[in-house]
């Protein structure tokens, strides 16, 4: 089934090699995580790279779609970067990428200072959630100021 947008005929279906090209790329790649995982733990090899291969089948499929089907199944929007919400995201990811570069910095000199032992996990993981719930509170602030 075919559809017009600005004057040009676009198809909805991939060929079917692109299908199959996918399929294979995905089972390639998830094979191949399987096997890292399998081998980071060789107590448990094959119950290991099968986790593996459950977690990564569906995200290498995709992965292999996206490269291989998707240039002929999805109209890409010519103005589609220049959407409000992507201007929002940027605005949000740049204020919370400061953020957390000050934080970091404050954490390090507290650290260094104090000479405090501290495990770089936790602080890591604080960083990152840090990271995740100051740019999420950045958008939703950006998102009510232009809505209200």
């Known amino acids: 089934m ?5 004057n040009q005929t676009v198809k909805r279906r991939a060929p079917v090699v692109h299908y199959l090209l996918a399929i294979t790329f995905g089972t390639i790649l998830t094979i191949a995580v399987s096997l890292v995982v399998g081998a980071s733990n060789s107590d448990d090899f094959w119950l290991a790279a099968g ?3 459950m977690c990564a089948a569906y995200p290498s499929v995709s992965l292999g779609a996206w490269f291989f089907v998707s240039n002929h199944t999805v109209t890409r929007d010519p103005r589609g970067e220049e959407s409000v919400e992507l201007t929002w995201l940027k605005q949000a990811a740049s204020g919370a990428f400061l953020d957390v570069l000050i934080a970091t910095l404050v ?3 507290v650290l260094m200072i ?3 032992d501290v495990e770089a996990l936790p602080v890591l993981l604080a960083l990152i959630g840090l990271s995740a719930v100051d740019a999420g509170l950045r958008y939703l602030v950006n998102r009510y100021r232009a809505v209200r």
């Open 2 to 6: 075919d559809r017009i947008v600005n």
């Open 51 to 53: 986790i593996g291969a």
């Open 107 to 109: 954490v390090a000199v």
């Open 114 to 116: 104090g000479r405090f």
